[in-house]
Structures are given as C-alpha cells and as structure tokens.
C-alpha cells in the first residue's frame, strides 16, 4: 500500500496510527447521497506516454538482475488510510450487525492443483534473494492465461505452467518488466504491483507505479503474445496530481482502467481519488501515441470518494460501454448501509467529453447494514484487530476501511453481475462480507442481488477477494486466524453453488494450514489476495495468498491453487 522506504522502515504503525486518528474532525455527509441526480466530473486531462519502446522478451531480461533500488535491507508500506482520521460518530451507519443464518453444506468446489509460490523465507522461490530486501505485506496477486499463470508479489513475480504447476521462471524481480527502459521503472522497484489477463485480447498486463517522486508515474506493460515469457510493449505515463497509493485495475474489451488513493507528497493528507483510463487498442498495437485520460475526484472539497475498484471483466462480453466502480465504505462509524458506485464514460477521440458520475457519494447503492472492521471506539479507532496463537498483542490488520480487490464482473449475455468482498465486525471477530450486485445489459445501474457472510463463530475471517463462473458458482478465498492453540493465520476458502438460497455462504474448506503467527512487521498482513478466473473454460478459479510456513518476521510464504465447481463444464 504505497511507498517502501529503504533499509529501515520510517513509519511504524504506531506512529502512522497516531497520524490517522489524531485531530478527530467530522467529515462532512455527502448531501449528494439524496440529490435527485448523481453529481459528474468533467474535468479530463489526457497525457501521452513519456517514455515509450518495445522490450527484448522477458526470458532473455530476467536472465540477468534488474537494477537494485538499494542494499538488502527491511522495507514495509506506510498505512495511508483515506478516512480513519475524519470518521463521523455521528452518522446514520447503525451499529447492530447483520446475524446470518447457519451456514451450507461443506463447499461443492474441489482444490485442484496447489503450490508454492513466491516468498520470502529462503525456498526455491525466495524474493529477496533477487529482489535485495525484505518486506512487508507481500501485496499478493496472480493472474491465469491461456497455458500460464503468472504470479506478482510486491517485488518479485514467477511463471508457471497451468497444466501442471511447474515453474517456468522465477523469482524474478519486478523491475525486470523495465530493464534497460526508462530509468524511472527500472530502479524503483516499488510495491502495490498488479500483473492481469485480459481475456478478450489474450495479453498480459503488468502495471507498477514510481513511488519515488514527485513527480509519480505508472509503469505499464502489454505483451505482445499470450507468451508472458515473450516481448512486450512498455509505457510510462505521469501521474497527477500527487501520491498515487493503492492502484487498482480493471480490464475490459475496450478500456484498461486505473484507480488510485492520491495523498499528498509528505503523505500527510488525503486529497481525493485519480481514475484513469488507458486506450488500449493503441498499447496493444504498441502504439506510441496511446494515450491516458484521467479524471481527478475530490468529491467536491468533502473527500468522500475514496479506495474504488474498477470492474475487471471475466467475461468477453462487454455490453456496457461505461466502466463502473465502487468504493468509499469507510465514511461513517461504526458502519453503513450501502456501497457507492461511480461511473467512467471515457471518450478517447474526445476526452474533454469524458465524465466520472457518482461524486461525493451521490449513487448510494443499499446494502444490508455492516459494522466496518475496525476496533476500539473513537477516538481510539484501529484496523490491527486480528488475534494469532502465541502473539499477544501482535495483532494482524484488517484493512476493514476498503472494498476488496477485484470487483469481478461478469455478462452472462443477459445480465451483468458484479461481485466484491469487504471485512466486517461480526459479534466475536471479523468476517467476509461479500455481494452480487447486478445491472441490465448496457445498463450501469447496480442494484443488490445477494449478500453473504463467513459464520459469527469467533474466528477472524478477512483479506478475501471473489469471482464468479460461467455457471453462476461463487468462489470466495480468504485469510483466517484466532487466538485458539494452532489457529495459525492459514488460506481457507467458501462460496456458494448456483442454485443454492440467496446468501447462503457455504462451509469453508482449507486450501493451505499456516504453521506460524507473524511477529514485528507492522501488524501489516497484506493488502489484498488474487481470486483469478481462468478465461479458457470460465470455470476454474485461481486462488493466490500467504501464510506462514513457520512463526517469524517479514517471513511470509504465498501458496497457489486452483478450485472448481463439480456442474462448471
């Protein structure tokens, strides 16, 4: 989540919880939420690319090491948290929470293959031995091709077959995707890394932001073959208008969008969110002139807006012309009823008619009520709320202020369905909530369909991420943790069967037993975890996140699987 700093961490949670919710001020409710229409932006800048060429394949760059950014050394993300300082005590998120029934039946969907990936803890797939330096979370991500999947963990990625799970290549450092390019990607080796599939056009995306600015850029590149192995083209674009943290991604047929938290430089204040769209029928052509038209949301000086997720589509259909997104749960305490979507209209042969509809909260989309997944009571208000076997007061952070990476979304040639996952306050612990929102084709109109949530049976569930198949299954992974003797932070994952009753959450099932707590790294337990659908049959689902392979510091491991539904062809 953001900026590493080099060979000692600068920001410790202590003092980066202190920022947050010193000076406790009430943000302004968003009188937008009962306006008639949705508030619009139209204030689009459009940049070209500033640096601009076509890579040797990726093979023969990860042969030899990418420029290091510093000595080995220990490296960890600030906790920028758009919110948690401005929470307002008083608004109308109710503090009862939602009780779901008992859960289903043993979860339908079988583990398949499972493997090691990318780590930190000496294996075969050890990061800092090419990445030189340690760090913490490990920013989990993968992403499934026509024969590969690619892994992308904060500094480093591998490759691997997707029929058999055999390492091709890797670890790899991530600046590798930069070698011998600019400058500006090729040293900073920063965190928050997105690697994605674009299932209409068969490209790999890999995307990694400069951290070490101002000023800020993004470092984009698309492959010129389904080969992740192979060349690729590669841009950097400028980023605007400050500290671009936390980017998110969504593919679709016709745009490449980008979404980002901008703080300000010293990363003291939140000044609004940066949505990007990127023209990719020109990067996919390795078109030089391709060109990045950005829309700047501060929601009208209150700073609502904050933390969207653009739709990743898992579907090649793509009625809707419009990209949506959703965000900013984290406005009220101790909750809220409702998810707020935006919605990106991008003109790229007339930017200036590009419009972001949605501001300042203005298209609520309601929800069952949800306690976010904080603790304490304000002024005293945290996101370390996660117990571990035999750590006392190391306590593992929920990220409990944001919606979850991805927001899947799928066209099932009739309706558009899209699915996200977020972490609440149950009576006892923390639980994933997740829901399927829905909208007529071409429509960009959300309305709720389901919502389901892990059982209320005191132990921590959180850190999820969610995807649909062409069946209509849901496949829902996540981190779980308690204080119970060898309750070890492990990778569990539930769901739901199609057919099954609206929210019913199916009983999880384990995909990987931790064997270790973590100790002295933050409270930082990741930003996000991958659930990745394969293109080639729309059925199988690819589940990527850490565990412990024994208890230690900034000594996490990553594990790979992938699942399926029995009645999924």
């Not at 996540?478 to 569990?492: H, L, M, V």
């Amino acid at each position: 989540m953001g900026k590493k700093s080099r060979g000692i961490f600068w920001f410790p949670s202590t003092v980066v919880s202190a920022l947050s919710v010193a000076a406790l001020c009430t943000l302004p409710v968003a009188a937008e939420q009962t306006a008639a229409q949705p508030h619009v932006l139209r204030n689009a800048v459009v940049t070209e690319a500033v640096h601009f060429d076509v890579s040797e394949p990726l093979s023969e760059m990860a042969q030899t090491p990418a420029q290091a950014s510093a000595g080995m050394g220990v490296s960890a993300h600030p906790m920028l948290q758009p919110k948690l300082h401005k929470l307002d005590s008083a608004a109308p998120g109710p503090s009862a929470v939602v009780h779901y029934g008992a859960p289903g039946p043993l979860v339908s969907a079988a583990v398949g293959m499972g493997f090691e990936g990318v780590g930190q803890v000496g294996g075969r797939l050890d990061c800092p031995s090419v990445a030189m330096q340690t760090v913490v979370p490990p920013d989990t991500n993968a992403a499934v091709g026509d024969t590969q999947v690619v892994e992308w963990v904060n500094t480093c990625y591998a490759v691997f077959n997707k029929s058999t799970g055999t390492l091709i290549a890797g670890p790899i450092a991530g600046n590798s995707f930069w070698k011998d390019f600019s400058a500006l990607c090729g040293k900073n080796n920063d965190g928050d890394p997105i690697i994605q599939w674009d299932k209409v056009h068969h490209r790999w995306l890999a995307a990694q932001n400069v951290f070490n600015g101002p000023p800020f850029y993004t470092c984009v590149a698309v492959s010129q073959t389904a080969d992740a192995m192979g060349s690729y083209y590669r841009y950097v674009f400028l980023q605007q208008p400050g500290f671009p943290d936390y980017p998110k991604w969504g593919l679709t047929a016709s745009a490449y969008y980008q979404s980002q938290n901008v703080f300000s430089d010293t990363l003291t204040a939140f000044l609004g969110v940066n949505v990007c769209a990127y023209q990719s029928s020109a990067m996919l052509k390795g078109m030089r002139n391709a060109e990045q038209v950005c829309i700047f949301d501060n929601s009208n000086g209150t700073l609502f807006d904050d933390s969207m997720l653009p739709a990743d589509d898992d579907s090649t259909a793509d009625s809707n012309p419009a990209e949506v997104l959703v965000g900013a749960i984290d406005n009220f305490f101790p909750g809220g009823n409702a998810v707020y979507e935006y919605v990106f209209t991008v003109d790229f042969t007339a930017p200036g008619n590009s419009t972001l509809a949605g501001v300042d909260g203005s298209m609520p989309v309601t929800v069952p009520p949800y306690d976010i997944g904080f603790c304490g009571t304000l002024p005293n208000v945290t996101t370390d709320c996660v117990p571990q076997p035999g750590t006392g007061s190391d306590l593992l952070d929920t990220l409990g202020d944001r919606l979850m990476y991805r927001l899947a979304h799928v066209d099932d040639g009739s309706t558009q369905h899209y699915l996200v996952n977020h972490t609440v306050n149950d009576t006892s612990a923390v639980a994933a909530r997740w829901y399927e929102f829905r909208a007529p084709e071409g429509s960009s109109a959300l309305s709720l369909y389901q919502s389901g949530q892990t059982p209320d049976d005191g132990r921590y569930r959180w850190m999820g991420s969610i995807a649909m198949d062409q069946k209509g299954d849901i496949a829902l992974g996540y981190s779980r943790s308690s204080a119970s003797i060898n309750d070890f932070p492990s990778i569990y994952y539930s769901g739901q069967t199609a057919g099954d009753p609206l929210g019913t959450t199916e009983t999880e099932n384990l995909i990987k037993h931790g064997h270790g707590s973590q100790f002295h790294s933050f409270d930082r337990w990741g930003d996000y975890t991958s659930m990745a659908l394969d293109g080639a049959d729309s059925c199988t689902f690819w589940y990527a996140n850490e565990y412990y392979p024994k208890a230690g510091a900034f000594a996490w491991d990553t594990w790979l699987a992938s699942l399926k539904f029995p009645l999924c062809p």
